[in-house]
């Protein structure tokens, strides 16, 4: 079987997953403890097309992430919650309109970074928070909005950028080891000061 | 330059309205709370329906 599907995310197999996650947080069936959850502002950008040029690509690219399996109204009210604005898409640090694709990340990079970022996570995210509090639950929440180094500008504070943060890892351990850039190398002081305000919370 | 952190405490999300800690190096104090509603239309259609649309 040839997976044609850009991402994967889970589905109902009746053995490992038993129901929806959806249906299961709305029945009460999950471990009530206190929970801290949180993504990154540009989650979105390291997860969405780089060949989003027109609205009809906009439009197909939601279908190929399955948003609302083929109904024509709900992709249209997406478009209109997610318009072609980039000013206020996704990275925010990305001024203007990207480059066209082939070549740039796509005229409507940034409006298909936030739809896909916030369909993944962010909603979520908001959903289970709205859960626990609901059912006078703890929970803590939280965004993260920095770019460490040797990341381009381009995709913002996108996917794992607050691992080495709330790791600690001021020294950039594992990252030049296996090929990457220290993070904190030539950043500011406050860096590092971010790091210790994260770990002592 | 030493950058004096001071300590904060997290915001327990709140079911009247719901608060994030934003964590950026950029702004003074490195971090900030906000009221959680940054695209809060949007937001509130994939909530309302996750299982009915979206299969989820």
Redesign the interface.
């Known amino acids: 079987m040839v997976n044609t599907c850009q991402l994967q995310v889970p589905v109902v197999d009746g053995d490992f997953i038993s129901q929806s996650a959806t249906t299961q947080l709305q029945n009460g069936e999950y471990i009530k403890v206190p929970i801290l959850i949180g993504c990154n502002f540009d989650e979105g950008a390291s997860f969405a097309s780089e060949s989003v040029n027109t609205d009809a690509e906009f439009t197909a690219y939601m279908e190929s992430v399955r948003f609302g399996v083929a109904n024509s109204s709900v992709l249209d009210t997406l478009s209109v919650l997610y318009p072609d604005i980039p000013a206020i898409g996704i990275p925010a640090i990305l001024h203007g309109r990207p480059a066209a694709a082939p070549g740039g990340l796509g005229l409507q990079f940034k409006r298909a970074s936030s739809i896909i970022g916030d369909a993944l996570m962010h909603a979520p995210r908001k959903f289970m928070t709205e859960i626990w509090a609901a059912n006078n639950l703890t929970s803590y929440s939280y965004r993260f909005n920095v770019v460490p180094n040797g990341v381009s500008y381009s995709f913002g504070a996108d996917h794992f950028k607050e691992v080495a943060f709330v790791m600690n890892n001021v020294k950039g351990d594992g990252y030049v080891q296996k090929g990457g850039v220290d993070p904190f190398a030539d950043k500011l002081e406050s860096f590092k000061g971010l790091v210790k305000l994260i770990t002592r919370m | ?15 009247v309205e ?9 702004v003074t104090g ?2 900030y709370v ?1 009221p ?1 509603l ?2 809060a ?3 509130q ?3 309302d ?3 009915t ?4």
Request: charged share 20%.
């Open positions: 330059m030493v950058i004096v952190v001071k300590s904060v405490e997290w915001p327990v999300y709140g079911a719901g608060q994030n800690y934003v964590f950026d190096a950029n490195l971090g906000e959680d940054f695209r239309e949007a937001m259609y994939w909530m329906n996750l299982v649309l979206f299969g989820r």
